[in-house]
Protein backbone atom coordinates (compact mmCIF):
# COMPACT_ATOMS: atom_id res chain seq x y z
CA UNK A 1 0.00 0.00 0.00
CA UNK A 2 1.04 3.15 -0.73
CA UNK A 3 2.01 5.17 2.27
CA UNK A 4 0.87 8.75 0.94
CA UNK A 5 -2.38 6.69 0.56
CA UNK A 6 -2.62 5.73 3.84
CA UNK A 7 -1.76 8.83 5.30
CA UNK A 8 -4.27 10.68 3.78
CA UNK A 9 -6.55 8.32 4.48
CA UNK A 10 -5.98 8.69 8.13
CA UNK A 11 -7.18 12.77 8.02
CA UNK A 12 -10.19 12.11 6.49
CA UNK A 13 -12.77 13.48 8.88
CA UNK A 14 -16.10 11.03 9.57
CA UNK A 15 -18.36 11.44 6.42
CA UNK A 16 -15.94 13.46 4.23
CA UNK A 17 -16.89 12.65 0.49
CA UNK A 18 -14.69 12.21 -1.92
CA UNK A 19 -15.73 12.58 -5.31
CA UNK A 20 -15.38 13.12 -9.22
CA UNK A 21 -16.66 15.80 -11.50
CA UNK A 22 -17.77 16.45 -14.93
CA UNK A 23 -19.89 18.60 -17.33
CA UNK A 24 -22.09 17.64 -19.57
CA UNK A 25 -21.20 19.65 -23.11
CA UNK A 26 -17.44 18.82 -22.32
CA UNK A 27 -18.17 14.65 -21.99
CA UNK A 28 -22.03 13.72 -23.36
CA UNK A 29 -21.25 14.39 -27.42
CA UNK A 30 -24.54 12.94 -29.67
CA UNK A 31 -25.29 17.06 -29.75
CA UNK A 32 -27.60 16.55 -32.86
CA UNK A 33 -28.98 13.32 -30.97
CA UNK A 34 -32.60 12.65 -29.64
CA UNK A 35 -33.76 15.69 -29.85
CA UNK A 36 -31.01 18.18 -28.37
CA UNK A 37 -31.19 21.05 -29.32
CA UNK A 38 -27.79 23.98 -30.14
CA UNK A 39 -25.97 25.20 -27.29
CA UNK A 40 -23.86 28.68 -27.74
CA UNK A 41 -20.95 26.39 -27.09
CA UNK A 42 -21.94 24.31 -30.36
CA UNK A 43 -21.82 27.38 -32.24
CA UNK A 44 -18.82 29.01 -30.79
CA UNK A 45 -17.04 25.54 -31.14
CA UNK A 46 -17.33 25.49 -34.61
CA UNK A 47 -15.86 28.79 -35.86
CA UNK A 48 -12.47 28.37 -36.95
CA UNK A 49 -9.71 29.21 -34.61
CA UNK A 50 -12.21 29.48 -31.66
CA UNK A 51 -10.70 26.05 -30.18
CA UNK A 52 -6.97 24.66 -30.60
CA UNK A 53 -6.48 23.29 -33.72
CA UNK A 54 -10.13 23.28 -34.29
CA UNK A 55 -11.19 20.19 -32.27
CA UNK A 56 -15.13 19.21 -32.18
CA UNK A 57 -17.08 18.48 -29.06
CA UNK A 58 -19.36 16.70 -31.33
CA UNK A 59 -18.08 12.88 -29.92
CA UNK A 60 -16.13 13.92 -27.19
CA UNK A 61 -16.20 11.16 -24.65
CA UNK A 62 -19.13 9.45 -26.31
CA UNK A 63 -20.49 9.41 -22.87
CA UNK A 64 -24.18 9.89 -23.85
CA UNK A 65 -23.69 6.08 -25.27
CA UNK A 66 -20.79 4.86 -22.93
CA UNK A 67 -22.72 6.30 -19.52
CA UNK A 68 -22.93 2.70 -18.04
CA UNK A 69 -19.56 2.17 -18.49
CA UNK A 70 -18.37 5.33 -17.01
CA UNK A 71 -20.44 4.61 -14.30
CA UNK A 72 -18.98 1.65 -13.73
CA UNK A 73 -15.14 3.15 -13.54
CA UNK A 74 -16.58 5.07 -10.67
CA UNK A 75 -17.77 2.38 -8.72
CA UNK A 76 -14.67 0.48 -9.01
CA UNK A 77 -12.69 3.44 -8.01
CA UNK A 78 -14.77 3.46 -4.61
CA UNK A 79 -16.03 7.52 -4.41
CA UNK A 80 -18.92 8.67 -2.63
CA UNK A 81 -20.33 11.18 -4.97
CA UNK A 82 -20.60 12.18 -8.49
CA UNK A 83 -20.67 15.49 -9.52
CA UNK A 84 -22.42 16.28 -13.50
CA UNK A 85 -24.04 18.74 -14.85
CA UNK A 86 -27.76 18.67 -16.55
CA UNK A 87 -27.49 19.50 -20.03
CA UNK A 88 -30.32 22.52 -20.87
CA UNK A 89 -30.30 22.14 -24.34
CA UNK A 90 -30.71 18.27 -24.01
CA UNK A 91 -33.52 18.63 -21.91
CA UNK A 92 -35.37 21.84 -23.02
CA UNK A 93 -33.59 22.71 -26.50
CA UNK A 94 -35.44 26.43 -26.74
CA UNK A 95 -34.35 27.26 -23.44
CA UNK A 96 -37.72 27.96 -22.46
CA UNK A 97 -41.10 26.10 -23.48
CA UNK A 98 -41.36 22.34 -24.24
CA UNK A 99 -39.41 19.60 -22.59
CA UNK A 100 -37.77 16.88 -24.67
CA UNK A 101 -38.60 13.55 -22.33
CA UNK A 102 -35.48 12.22 -24.29
CA UNK A 103 -33.35 14.34 -22.28
CA UNK A 104 -34.90 13.88 -19.05
CA UNK A 105 -35.18 10.64 -19.79
CA UNK A 106 -31.21 10.19 -20.22
CA UNK A 107 -30.46 11.76 -16.26
CA UNK A 108 -33.45 9.55 -15.21
CA UNK A 109 -31.22 6.76 -16.04
CA UNK A 110 -27.99 7.99 -15.10
CA UNK A 111 -29.23 9.20 -11.81
CA UNK A 112 -30.68 5.69 -10.88
CA UNK A 113 -27.68 3.89 -12.03
CA UNK A 114 -25.63 5.95 -9.49
CA UNK A 115 -28.06 5.17 -6.38
CA UNK A 116 -27.93 1.78 -7.40
CA UNK A 117 -24.16 1.72 -6.91
CA UNK A 118 -24.49 3.61 -3.69
CA UNK A 119 -22.49 7.16 -5.60
CA UNK A 120 -24.19 10.30 -4.36
CA UNK A 121 -25.81 12.23 -7.30
CA UNK A 122 -24.41 15.90 -6.83
CA UNK A 123 -25.93 17.81 -10.18
CA UNK A 124 -24.96 21.23 -11.91
CA UNK A 125 -28.22 22.98 -12.90
CA UNK A 126 -26.47 25.36 -15.53
CA UNK A 127 -22.43 24.35 -16.61
CA UNK A 128 -22.03 27.25 -19.72
CA UNK A 129 -24.21 25.46 -22.83
CA UNK A 130 -26.69 27.82 -22.96
CA UNK A 131 -29.62 26.99 -25.30
CA UNK A 132 -29.12 29.05 -27.93
CA UNK A 133 -31.96 30.77 -29.01
CA UNK A 134 -31.15 32.07 -25.79
CA UNK A 135 -27.80 32.78 -26.41
CA UNK A 136 -29.19 34.25 -29.46
CA UNK A 137 -31.25 36.49 -27.67
CA UNK A 138 -28.51 37.85 -25.77
CA UNK A 139 -27.27 35.20 -23.40
CA UNK A 140 -26.71 36.29 -20.18
CA UNK A 141 -26.23 39.83 -20.93
CA UNK A 142 -30.35 39.48 -21.53
CA UNK A 143 -31.58 39.31 -17.81
CA UNK A 144 -34.37 37.27 -19.39
CA UNK A 145 -31.83 34.29 -19.82
CA UNK A 146 -32.23 34.72 -15.55
CA UNK A 147 -35.66 34.20 -15.41
CA UNK A 148 -35.14 31.38 -18.15
CA UNK A 149 -32.71 29.65 -15.64
CA UNK A 150 -34.91 29.57 -12.79
CA UNK A 151 -37.57 27.81 -15.14
CA UNK A 152 -35.15 25.51 -15.99
CA UNK A 153 -34.27 24.93 -12.51
CA UNK A 154 -37.88 24.09 -11.97
CA UNK A 155 -37.95 21.50 -14.69
CA UNK A 156 -35.17 19.59 -13.22
CA UNK A 157 -36.54 19.97 -9.68
CA UNK A 158 -39.82 18.15 -10.24
CA UNK A 159 -37.69 15.29 -12.63
CA UNK A 160 -34.58 14.89 -9.96
CA UNK A 161 -35.77 16.02 -6.83
CA UNK A 162 -36.34 12.64 -5.50
CA UNK A 163 -32.87 11.69 -5.48
CA UNK A 164 -30.53 14.41 -6.20
CA UNK A 165 -28.84 14.98 -2.88
CA UNK A 166 -27.06 18.22 -3.73
CA UNK A 167 -27.33 20.91 -6.60
CA UNK A 168 -25.14 23.42 -7.41
CA UNK A 169 -26.66 26.53 -9.11
CA UNK A 170 -24.41 27.73 -11.15
CA UNK A 171 -21.00 26.84 -12.08
CA UNK A 172 -18.04 29.67 -12.09
CA UNK A 173 -20.33 32.85 -13.57
CA UNK A 174 -16.73 34.42 -13.27
CA UNK A 175 -14.98 32.22 -16.10
CA UNK A 176 -18.45 32.68 -18.78
CA UNK A 177 -17.71 36.80 -17.79
CA UNK A 178 -14.68 36.60 -18.20
CA UNK A 179 -13.84 34.17 -21.01
CA UNK A 180 -16.94 34.51 -22.52
CA UNK A 181 -18.28 38.17 -22.53
CA UNK A 182 -15.52 40.09 -21.88
CA UNK A 183 -12.43 38.70 -23.43
CA UNK A 184 -14.29 36.38 -26.25
CA UNK A 185 -12.33 33.11 -25.64
CA UNK A 186 -15.32 31.45 -24.54
CA UNK A 187 -19.05 31.01 -26.05
CA UNK A 188 -20.66 33.57 -26.68
CA UNK A 189 -17.47 35.43 -28.14
CA UNK A 190 -17.58 38.47 -27.43
CA UNK A 191 -15.09 41.32 -26.31
CA UNK A 192 -16.89 43.53 -23.84
CA UNK A 193 -14.81 43.95 -21.41
CA UNK A 194 -16.11 46.01 -18.38
CA UNK A 195 -19.38 46.39 -20.27
CA UNK A 196 -19.70 42.69 -19.86
CA UNK A 197 -21.08 43.60 -15.75
CA UNK A 198 -24.59 42.73 -16.59
CA UNK A 199 -23.44 39.26 -17.43
CA UNK A 200 -22.21 39.09 -13.62
CA UNK A 201 -25.51 40.64 -12.05
CA UNK A 202 -27.47 37.86 -14.29
CA UNK A 203 -26.11 34.75 -14.00
CA UNK A 204 -25.83 35.68 -9.88
CA UNK A 205 -29.71 36.20 -10.38
CA UNK A 206 -29.87 33.18 -12.35
CA UNK A 207 -28.62 31.67 -9.00
CA UNK A 208 -31.13 33.23 -6.80
CA UNK A 209 -33.93 32.18 -9.05
CA UNK A 210 -32.92 28.70 -9.79
CA UNK A 211 -32.50 28.57 -5.62
CA UNK A 212 -35.47 29.69 -5.56
CA UNK A 213 -37.34 27.33 -7.89
CA UNK A 214 -35.30 24.37 -6.13
CA UNK A 215 -36.54 25.34 -2.80
CA UNK A 216 -40.62 25.68 -3.65
CA UNK A 217 -40.18 22.35 -5.18
CA UNK A 218 -38.98 21.00 -2.10
CA UNK A 219 -36.03 18.75 -3.70
CA UNK A 220 -34.57 16.67 -1.11
CA UNK A 221 -31.37 17.88 -1.56
CA UNK A 222 -29.05 20.08 -0.31
CA UNK A 223 -28.42 23.58 -2.49
CA UNK A 224 -25.39 25.59 -3.06
CA UNK A 225 -23.41 27.55 -6.27
CA UNK A 226 -20.24 27.28 -7.13
CA UNK A 227 -17.26 30.02 -7.58
CA UNK A 228 -13.83 29.79 -9.01
CA UNK A 229 -11.25 31.28 -6.19
CA UNK A 230 -7.97 32.10 -6.51
CA UNK A 231 -5.98 34.07 -4.29
CA UNK A 232 -4.67 37.00 -5.64
CA UNK A 233 -0.55 37.56 -4.63
CA UNK A 234 1.21 40.79 -5.54
CA UNK A 235 4.52 40.29 -7.46
CA UNK A 236 6.10 42.69 -5.30
CA UNK A 237 5.40 45.06 -1.89
CA UNK A 238 5.49 47.85 -4.94
CA UNK A 239 1.87 49.40 -3.76
CA UNK A 240 0.89 49.43 -7.55
CA UNK A 241 1.58 45.63 -7.72
CA UNK A 242 -0.69 45.56 -4.22
CA UNK A 243 -3.18 47.64 -6.31
CA UNK A 244 -2.96 45.53 -9.23
CA UNK A 245 -4.10 42.93 -7.13
CA UNK A 246 -6.73 43.79 -4.83
CA UNK A 247 -8.20 44.98 -8.19
CA UNK A 248 -7.76 41.24 -9.85
CA UNK A 249 -9.23 40.13 -6.67
CA UNK A 250 -12.65 42.08 -6.83
CA UNK A 251 -12.59 41.67 -10.55
CA UNK A 252 -12.13 37.76 -10.53
CA UNK A 253 -13.26 37.28 -6.87
CA UNK A 254 -15.48 39.19 -4.66
CA UNK A 255 -17.58 40.62 -7.53
CA UNK A 256 -18.87 36.81 -7.43
CA UNK A 257 -18.62 35.57 -3.89
CA UNK A 258 -19.62 39.26 -2.16
CA UNK A 259 -23.30 39.28 -3.34
CA UNK A 260 -23.98 35.75 -2.93
CA UNK A 261 -22.71 35.64 0.70
CA UNK A 262 -22.84 39.23 1.56
CA UNK A 263 -25.51 40.27 -0.01
CA UNK A 264 -23.76 43.70 -2.33
CA UNK A 265 -21.55 44.22 -4.63
CA UNK A 266 -18.18 45.41 -3.66
CA UNK A 267 -18.09 48.69 -3.07
CA UNK A 268 -15.15 49.70 -5.75
CA UNK A 269 -17.95 48.16 -7.99
CA UNK A 270 -20.51 50.01 -6.98
CA UNK A 271 -17.89 53.26 -6.59
CA UNK A 272 -17.07 53.01 -10.40
CA UNK A 273 -20.75 51.90 -11.52
CA UNK A 274 -22.17 55.10 -9.65
CA UNK A 275 -22.90 56.59 -13.03
CA UNK A 276 -23.84 54.12 -15.03
CA UNK A 277 -27.67 53.41 -15.05
CA UNK A 278 -27.38 50.42 -16.88
CA UNK A 279 -25.88 48.83 -13.78
CA UNK A 280 -28.11 49.53 -10.51
CA UNK A 281 -29.11 46.17 -9.43
CA UNK A 282 -32.39 46.46 -7.17
CA UNK A 283 -32.53 45.24 -3.25
CA UNK A 284 -35.34 42.78 -4.60
CA UNK A 285 -32.40 40.95 -6.91
CA UNK A 286 -29.87 41.34 -3.59
CA UNK A 287 -32.55 39.62 -1.43
CA UNK A 288 -32.90 36.63 -4.08
CA UNK A 289 -29.29 36.84 -4.95
CA UNK A 290 -28.30 36.23 -1.33
CA UNK A 291 -30.70 33.32 -0.45
CA UNK A 292 -29.26 31.29 3.02
CA UNK A 293 -27.22 28.34 0.90
CA UNK A 294 -26.78 24.96 2.52
CA UNK A 295 -23.42 24.83 0.78
CA UNK A 296 -21.09 27.02 -0.79
CA UNK A 297 -18.82 25.28 -3.95
CA UNK A 298 -15.65 26.25 -4.24
CA UNK A 299 -13.30 25.37 -7.27
CA UNK A 300 -9.84 26.20 -6.45
CA UNK A 301 -6.76 25.51 -8.67
CA UNK A 302 -4.33 27.95 -8.68
CA UNK A 303 -3.28 31.70 -7.01
CA UNK A 304 -2.77 34.47 -9.50
CA UNK A 305 0.67 36.51 -9.49
CA UNK A 306 -0.32 40.15 -10.64
CA UNK A 307 2.10 42.78 -11.49
CA UNK A 308 1.47 45.94 -12.63
CA UNK A 309 1.87 47.19 -16.02
CA UNK A 310 0.92 45.63 -19.22
CA UNK A 311 4.34 43.28 -18.95
CA UNK A 312 5.46 40.58 -21.83
CA UNK A 313 1.40 39.46 -22.10
CA UNK A 314 -1.77 39.23 -20.29
CA UNK A 315 -1.21 35.63 -19.39
CA UNK A 316 1.77 33.56 -18.86
CA UNK A 317 3.11 32.59 -22.43
CA UNK A 318 2.55 29.25 -21.89
CA UNK A 319 -0.75 29.22 -20.46
CA UNK A 320 -1.90 31.45 -23.31
CA UNK A 321 -0.50 29.16 -26.33
CA UNK A 322 -1.86 25.87 -24.29
CA UNK A 323 -5.16 27.99 -24.36
CA UNK A 324 -4.97 28.34 -28.31
CA UNK A 325 -5.07 32.70 -27.77
CA UNK A 326 -2.59 35.10 -27.79
CA UNK A 327 -3.36 37.90 -25.26
CA UNK A 328 -0.18 38.98 -25.29
CA UNK A 329 1.19 41.91 -25.33
CA UNK A 330 -2.22 43.82 -24.73
CA UNK A 331 -1.61 47.44 -25.23
CA UNK A 332 -1.61 49.67 -22.37
CA UNK A 333 -3.03 47.23 -20.01
CA UNK A 334 -2.49 48.53 -16.45
CA UNK A 335 -1.44 45.02 -15.15
CA UNK A 336 -0.97 41.53 -16.05
CA UNK A 337 -0.66 38.09 -14.50
CA UNK A 338 2.90 37.04 -13.71
CA UNK A 339 4.68 33.46 -13.23
CA UNK A 340 5.44 32.30 -9.69
CA UNK A 341 9.40 31.83 -9.94
CA UNK A 342 10.60 28.23 -9.41
CA UNK A 343 7.57 26.89 -9.33
CA UNK A 344 6.30 23.96 -11.14
CA UNK A 345 3.79 24.76 -13.85
CA UNK A 346 1.10 22.26 -15.30
CA UNK A 347 0.46 21.79 -19.09
CA UNK A 348 -2.12 24.81 -19.22
CA UNK A 349 0.79 26.84 -17.47
CA UNK A 350 -0.79 26.96 -14.14
CA UNK A 351 1.26 26.92 -10.91
CA UNK A 352 1.13 24.45 -8.89
CA UNK A 353 0.67 25.70 -5.21
CA UNK A 354 -0.74 23.87 -2.31
CA UNK A 355 -0.02 25.78 -0.17
CA UNK A 356 -2.90 28.75 -1.51
CA UNK A 357 -5.45 25.89 -0.84
CA UNK A 358 -5.30 26.86 2.72
CA UNK A 359 -4.75 30.59 1.80
CA UNK A 360 -7.95 30.62 0.08
CA UNK A 361 -9.60 28.54 2.56
CA UNK A 362 -8.61 30.77 4.72
CA UNK A 363 -9.30 34.12 3.23
CA UNK A 364 -13.00 32.76 2.47
CA UNK A 365 -12.99 32.24 6.22
CA UNK A 366 -12.06 35.81 6.96
CA UNK A 367 -13.96 38.14 4.63
CA UNK A 368 -17.53 35.26 4.74
CA UNK A 369 -18.12 35.11 8.68
CA UNK A 370 -21.57 33.22 7.43
CA UNK A 371 -19.75 31.10 5.44
CA UNK A 372 -22.02 28.08 4.93
CA UNK A 373 -20.22 24.45 5.10
CA UNK A 374 -17.94 24.17 2.05
CA UNK A 375 -17.55 21.81 -0.74
CA UNK A 376 -14.69 21.77 -2.97
CA UNK A 377 -16.11 21.18 -6.24
CA UNK A 378 -13.55 21.01 -8.23
CA UNK A 379 -9.76 20.55 -8.38
CA UNK A 380 -7.41 19.17 -10.51
CA UNK A 381 -4.34 19.64 -12.99
CA UNK A 382 -3.44 19.04 -16.72
CA UNK A 383 -0.50 16.85 -17.58
CA UNK A 384 0.48 15.73 -20.42
CA UNK A 385 0.50 11.83 -20.29
CA UNK A 386 2.29 9.01 -21.85
CA UNK A 387 1.11 5.23 -22.12
CA UNK A 388 3.18 2.67 -21.39
CA UNK A 389 2.94 -0.54 -22.61
CA UNK A 390 3.37 -3.03 -19.79
CA UNK A 391 4.04 -6.60 -22.08
CA UNK A 392 4.71 -8.73 -19.21
CA UNK A 393 0.99 -7.87 -17.76
CA UNK A 394 -0.10 -7.45 -20.90
CA UNK A 395 -1.80 -4.04 -19.97
CA UNK A 396 -1.51 -0.43 -20.44
CA UNK A 397 -0.08 2.10 -17.46
CA UNK A 398 -0.58 5.57 -17.21
CA UNK A 399 2.30 7.12 -14.49
CA UNK A 400 0.64 10.19 -14.09
CA UNK A 401 2.85 10.71 -10.79
CA UNK A 402 2.50 14.64 -10.85
CA UNK A 403 -1.48 14.64 -11.17
CA UNK A 404 -1.34 12.11 -7.94
CA UNK A 405 0.92 14.26 -6.28
CA UNK A 406 -1.15 17.67 -7.23
CA UNK A 407 -4.49 15.70 -5.76
CA UNK A 408 -2.41 14.29 -2.38
CA UNK A 409 -0.98 17.81 -1.61
CA UNK A 410 -4.11 19.92 -2.34
CA UNK A 411 -6.66 17.54 -0.64
CA UNK A 412 -3.93 16.67 2.19
CA UNK A 413 -3.66 20.95 2.82
CA UNK A 414 -7.10 21.41 2.61
CA UNK A 415 -8.03 18.53 5.72
CA UNK A 416 -5.08 20.14 7.79
CA UNK A 417 -6.20 23.72 6.93
CA UNK A 418 -9.34 22.75 8.06
CA UNK A 419 -8.84 20.87 11.09
CA UNK A 420 -8.55 22.72 14.89
CA UNK A 421 -5.43 25.17 14.81
CA UNK A 422 -5.31 24.48 11.10
CA UNK A 423 -5.22 28.27 9.17
CA UNK A 424 -8.70 27.94 8.30
CA UNK A 425 -10.39 26.05 11.13
CA UNK A 426 -13.24 27.64 11.11
CA UNK A 427 -14.49 26.28 7.80
CA UNK A 428 -16.66 23.17 7.80
CA UNK A 429 -14.87 21.19 5.05
CA UNK A 430 -16.93 18.82 3.73
CA UNK A 431 -15.53 17.27 0.60
CA UNK A 432 -13.61 17.23 -2.27
CA UNK A 433 -14.28 16.46 -6.11
CA UNK A 434 -11.51 15.66 -8.37
CA UNK A 435 -11.69 17.54 -11.58
CA UNK A 436 -12.29 15.29 -13.33
CA UNK A 437 -13.49 11.45 -13.81
CA UNK A 438 -11.91 11.66 -17.40
CA UNK A 439 -9.95 13.63 -19.58
CA UNK A 440 -12.44 15.63 -21.68
CA UNK A 441 -13.44 18.82 -24.15
CA UNK A 442 -11.60 21.29 -21.92
CA UNK A 443 -13.53 23.90 -23.92
CA UNK A 444 -11.18 26.31 -25.99
CA UNK A 445 -8.51 23.94 -25.08
CA UNK A 446 -10.38 20.98 -27.05
CA UNK A 447 -8.48 17.66 -26.37
CA UNK A 448 -5.48 19.28 -25.29
CA UNK A 449 -5.28 19.36 -21.56
CA UNK A 450 -6.52 15.97 -19.89
CA UNK A 451 -7.24 16.52 -16.87
CA UNK A 452 -8.76 12.88 -15.74
CA UNK A 453 -7.90 9.92 -13.23
CA UNK A 454 -9.15 8.38 -16.55
CA UNK A 455 -7.55 8.34 -19.73
CA UNK A 456 -9.31 8.71 -22.34
CA UNK A 457 -8.34 7.36 -25.99
CA UNK A 458 -10.05 10.14 -28.66
CA UNK A 459 -10.40 7.70 -31.47
CA UNK A 460 -11.27 4.39 -30.02
CA UNK A 461 -13.20 5.50 -27.01
CA UNK A 462 -11.18 3.53 -24.81
CA UNK A 463 -10.70 4.28 -21.37
CA UNK A 464 -7.79 2.97 -19.21
CA UNK A 465 -7.68 4.54 -15.49
CA UNK A 466 -4.17 6.28 -14.59
CA UNK A 467 -1.76 5.68 -11.71
CA UNK A 468 -4.10 8.41 -10.28
CA UNK A 469 -6.95 6.64 -10.38
CA UNK A 470 -5.31 3.84 -8.54
CA UNK A 471 -3.83 6.21 -5.95
CA UNK A 472 -7.50 7.43 -5.05
CA UNK A 473 -8.70 4.03 -5.14
CA UNK A 474 -6.04 2.97 -2.30
CA UNK A 475 -7.04 6.07 -0.55
CA UNK A 476 -10.81 5.11 -0.30
CA UNK A 477 -9.78 1.69 0.42
CA UNK A 478 -7.64 2.63 3.27
CA UNK A 479 -10.40 5.20 4.72
CA UNK A 480 -12.52 2.03 4.93
CA UNK A 481 -10.31 -0.26 6.29
CA UNK A 482 -9.68 2.14 8.80
CA UNK A 483 -13.08 2.57 9.56
CA UNK A 484 -14.91 -0.78 9.71
CA UNK A 485 -11.64 -1.34 12.27
CA UNK A 486 -13.40 1.17 14.66
CA UNK A 487 -16.99 -0.28 14.81
CA UNK A 488 -17.15 -1.48 17.91
CA UNK A 489 -18.65 -5.04 17.99
CA UNK A 490 -21.43 -4.02 20.81
CA UNK A 491 -23.04 -1.39 18.63
CA UNK A 492 -23.65 -4.13 15.98
CA UNK A 493 -27.56 -4.63 15.83
CA UNK A 494 -28.12 -1.70 18.32
CA UNK A 495 -30.77 1.54 16.57
C1 LIG B 1 -13.19 25.05 -14.43
O1 LIG B 1 -12.80 26.25 -14.98
C2 LIG B 1 -14.45 24.63 -15.09
O2 LIG B 1 -15.54 24.61 -14.18
C3 LIG B 1 -14.34 23.31 -15.81
O3 LIG B 1 -15.39 23.18 -16.72
C4 LIG B 1 -12.98 23.23 -16.46
O4 LIG B 1 -12.86 22.11 -17.30
C5 LIG B 1 -11.97 23.16 -15.36
O5 LIG B 1 -12.11 24.20 -14.45
C6 LIG B 1 -10.53 23.13 -15.86
O6 LIG B 1 -10.21 24.27 -16.56
O7 LIG B 1 -8.29 34.89 -11.91
O8 LIG B 1 -7.68 35.86 -14.01
O9 LIG B 1 -6.21 34.34 -12.93
C7 LIG B 1 -11.66 26.81 -14.40
C8 LIG B 1 -11.17 27.90 -15.27
C9 LIG B 1 -9.28 29.26 -15.55
C10 LIG B 1 -10.91 29.83 -13.90
C11 LIG B 1 -8.32 30.19 -14.92
C12 LIG B 1 -9.96 30.77 -13.26
C13 LIG B 1 -8.05 32.13 -13.60
C14 LIG B 1 -8.39 33.49 -14.05
N1 LIG B 1 -10.23 28.76 -14.59
N2 LIG B 1 -9.01 31.24 -14.24
S1 LIG B 1 -7.56 34.75 -13.16
Not at 118 to 146: C, F, K, Q
Not at 213 to 237: H, K
Not at 281 to 295: A, N, T
Not at 426 to 452: C, H, I, T
Request: charged fraction near 20%.
Amino acid sequence: MNASAKELAALLPPGFTLGVATSAFQIEGALDEDGRGPSGWDVFAAKPGAIVEDQSPAVSCDHYHRMPEDVALMKDLGIDSYRFSLSWPRIQPGGSGPVNPAGLGFYDRLIDLLLENGISPMATVYHWDTPLPLEEAGGWMNRDTAYRLGEFAAIAAAAFGDRVDRWVTVNEPATVTTNGYALGMHAPGEALMLKALPSVHHQLLGHGLALQALRAANVRGEIGMTNVYSPMVPASANPLDKLSAGLMDVAQNRLYADPVLLGKYPDIIRAATFFSSSFSPSSEDMDLISQPLDFYGLNYYMPTRVASGPGEGAVPPGMAEAMGDDLSGTPGAPFHIASFPDTEHTAYGWPVKPDYMAVALAEMAERYPDLPPVYITEGGASFEDVVVRDAAADRRIIPDERRLRYLADHIGTALEATRPGGAAESVDLRGYYVWSLMDNFEWSAGYKQPFGLVHVDFDTQVRTPKASYYWLQEVIAARRAASAAHVPGAAVGQQ
